[in-house]
């Protein structure tokens, strides 16, 4: 009678550990596998102890009940209750470089190897050269704006 006890358990315990990580935990697929490993461990034991027409009923039983148990609570609608329902639709730091235009002249506040920062009205923007180095200090102006893009290059007197 243990033996079955310690299988039913093993089995029953890793179904749930299954609908704990399809629910409340989804992507870290620890407690899932720990789930999967019970009721494998559990089915092997049962193949062990009681010879493999015992072991594939319970083989059979234990997958449809898995297979029910999903099916019921998708049909049953239990997975909305834990859904995300609303959307986010804004940007971090939208409006930040709408002070920013064409030709606008500023200072290169590091080195630009393509990438670096640079000054425009007292506001330090991670800008990007077209290629060149730009050493910090340089005037710089801005060529164009892409999204959150920043080209640069230098101002050159003619």
Same mark, same amino acid.
């Given at each position: 009678?243990?033996?079955?006890?310690?299988i039913i358990?093993l089995i029953?315990?890793?179904?749930i550990?299954?609908y704990?990580?399809?629910l409340?935990?989804?992507g870290?697929t620890?407690?899932g596998?720990?789930?999967?490993?019970?009721c494998g461990?559990?089915?092997?034991?049962?193949?062990?102890?009681h010879?493999?027409?015992?072991?594939?009923?319970?083989?059979a039983?234990t997958?449809l009940?898995?297979i029910g148990g999903m099916?019921?609570?998708? &049909?049953?609608?239990s997975?909305?209750r834990?859904?995300?329902?609303t959307?986010?639709?804004s940007k971090?730091n939208d409006d930040?470089y709408n002070d920013?235009q064409?030709?606008m &002249?500023?200072?290169a506040?590091s080195?630009?190897?393509?990438i670096?920062k640079?000054?425009?009205?007292?506001?330090?923007?991670e800008? &990007?050269?077209r290629?060149?180095?730009?050493?910090?200090?340089?005037s710089?102006?801005?060529?164009r704006?892409?999204g959150?893009?920043?080209?640069?290059?230098?101002?050159?007197?003619?």
């Amino acid at each position: 009678m243990g033996e079955w006890l310690s299988i039913i358990l093993l089995i029953a315990v890793g179904l749930i550990l299954i609908y704990i990580e399809l629910l409340f935990v989804p992507g870290t697929t620890i407690v899932g596998l720990i789930g999967l490993a019970l009721c494998g461990v559990g089915i092997y034991l049962t193949y062990e102890d009681h010879g493999s027409v015992v072991g594939n009923w319970v083989l059979a039983g234990t997958a449809l009940i898995s297979i029910g148990g999903m099916i019921y609570s998708f &049909r049953s609608k239990s997975w909305d209750r834990f859904s995300l329902k609303t959307t986010n639709n804004s940007k971090f730091n939208d409006d930040y470089y709408n002070d920013l235009q064409i030709e606008m &002249r500023g200072i290169a506040t590091s080195d630009l190897k393509p990438i670096g920062k640079g000054e425009f009205n007292n506001k330090t923007y991670e800008v &990007r050269s077209r290629g060149e180095h730009i050493s910090s200090g340089t005037s710089i102006k801005i060529a164009r704006i892409t999204g959150n893009r920043i080209i640069v290059e230098t101002i050159t007197t003619d």
